[in-house]
């Protein structure tokens, strides 16, 4: 036999083993599906709203500790923040997690909008089943690792205030990724795919305005109106949408317009968000709004305090992770609803807008990789730039359900929820699996790293300075 044929029979034989191996990872899994289906279920109900995820932080810290890692928690001086890990040695493969609500997104896990309690958080964007998912895929690694005695190192991130709140960038900017040879990320949505796409740069603050208060009929000459200088602020940042880049999107809300009408406003406070598929373009955009904002206050005699919130890079794909997700989502395979199932999913698509709705039964299928840019932003944008980093989707909603909603909150609460939770797990351990075996996946995922970043050194928006915003959900 030639050396050739040699090798070619040693490979062909090491994939039939690794094969194996994925089978029964995939029915063990199953075996312990209806478990971290309840921790996602509890991590619904807490919903609680990021840099306050205590008892999400908790019981995921406490399910970790139960399968062996050893914990590192207040990571970057955030409570709600932890590392997981298990083993020693390369690779480091890390899996991320989140588990922060939505504020006013509380709802029932029922097809039709009533909210637990009014104006309560909700897991609108499901990251009840990001974490728990995340958490299992991470659990049946080690598992695995330690059966095999594979060498390597499995830490799972607890990554806080996804939603908003940049967790992530402070924790990165503490070095808790340096040491990472490949990221394994996921996303709740309606579709299976392995992304290859972008997102949005995104740069968020909140606005303080100080003025002086006064009897707004009496005396409002003596009155210095703090929101005055919002509203200025506000109107110049409505010209200026003229003249920024199409693809550039600003929103915000007034979180604070004062006391009360008769009393001239001496604080007033404007809640931004801008967003562009490129962070350099965007730090010109949030120049030019900063003096937006400094204009009103200039016009209207009052002190204007600017707290910066999230500045998250735009996510870099990676093609060889996504290439590689991909086969094992298509091994995994998509949703099969039951008739409980479908009858819920056809009742809750009455609510969708007709032009969203989507057939049920695409949830089933795996779509091809996705190009391009979604128009949403993740602070898994910032560790993208550090370290090769995989994405997924897998359909954890009705398709044709958006995030941010109570019907997503919906489902997310249920089992059609916890069936593409499965599905993103078992996809998780199955590429770990490859990328502890097979070194080529993590050269290949290596070089797409460095073909994308293009020489393009990763930078934090954030000051080195800047503590996390922990109470950034707060009025």
Not at 355 to 373: F, K, L, N, V
């Amino acid at each position: 036999m030639t050396p050739m044929r040699t090798l070619l029979g040693i490979l062909l034989c090491a994939a039939t083993v690794l094969a194996g191996d994925k089978e029964i990872l995939l029915k063990q899994m199953d075996a312990h599906a209806a478990h971290y289906g309840d921790v996602s279920r509890q991590i619904w109900e807490f919903a609680e709203v990021g840099y306050k995820e205590h008892k999400s932080s908790e019981l995921l810290i406490s399910e970790l500790r139960q399968a062996g890692f050893t914990v590192q928690e207040n990571v970057a001086g955030i409570p709600t923040a932890f590392t997981a890990t298990w083993g020693q040695g390369k690779p480091v493969i890390a899996v991320l997690g989140e588990y922060d609500a939505l504020p006013g997104l509380s709802q029932e896990a029922i097809p039709e909008r009533k909210p637990i309690v009014d104006g309560a958080p909700g897991h609108g964007c499901g990251h009840n089943l990001l974490g728990t998912a995340s958490l299992f895929a991470a659990v049946s690694i080690k598992d695995w690792l330690a059966e095999k005695k594979t060498p390597g190192t499995i830490r799972f991130y607890g990554t806080p205030a996804e939603e908003g709140g940049g967790g992530k960038l402070y924790m990165a900017r503490a070095g808790v990724f340096q040491d990472v040879d490949a990221v394994l990320s996921w996303h709740p949505g309606d579709t299976n795919v392995a992304s290859k796409q972008s997102s949005l740069a995104i740069t968020s603050a909140k606005f303080r305005f100080y003025g002086k208060p006064a009897h707004a009929a009496a005396a409002p000459d003596l009155g210095r109106s703090a929101l005055d200088g919002l509203m200025v602020m506000a109107n110049a940042v409505e010209f200026l949408r003229e003249h920024v880049p199409e693809s550039t999107r600003i929103h915000y809300i007034v979180s604070n317009g004062g006391a009360a009408p008769n009393i001239v406003p001496d604080f007033a406070e404007l809640f931004l968000y801008a967003r562009h598929p490129s962070m350099p373009v965007l730090d010109g955009i949030w120049n030019r709004i900063v003096k937006c904002a400094q204009a009103g206050a200039l016009a209207t005699e009052t002190r204007m305090e600017m707290e910066l919130i999230d500045s998250s890079y735009n996510v870099l794909p990676n093609d060889a992770l996504a290439a590689l997700v991909d086969r094992n989502l298509h091994l995994v395979g998509g949703v099969t609803y039951t008739h409980e199932e479908q009858a819920f999913a056809e009742k809750i698509r009455k609510t969708l807008p007709l032009e969203s709705a989507r057939p049920i039964g695409s949830q089933e299928g795996i779509a091809a990789p996705a190009e391009g840019y979604f128009s949403a932003s993740s602070d898994v944008g910032d560790v993208s730039w550090i370290v090769p980093t995989a994405a997924l989707n897998t359909a954890t909603w009705v398709p044709g359900i958006p995030a941010h909603s109570w019907q997503s909150a919906a489902c997310s609460g249920m089992s059609i929820g916890r069936k593409g939770m499965l599905v993103a797990a078992k996809t998780l351990a199955l590429s770990a699996m490859d990328l502890y075996t097979d070194p080529a996946e993590l050269k290949a995922a290596r070089a797409s790293f460095e073909q994308r970043r293009a020489g393009h050194e990763y930078q934090s928006r954030i000051p080195a300075d800047h503590k996390p915003p922990l109470n950034y959900r707060d009025k």
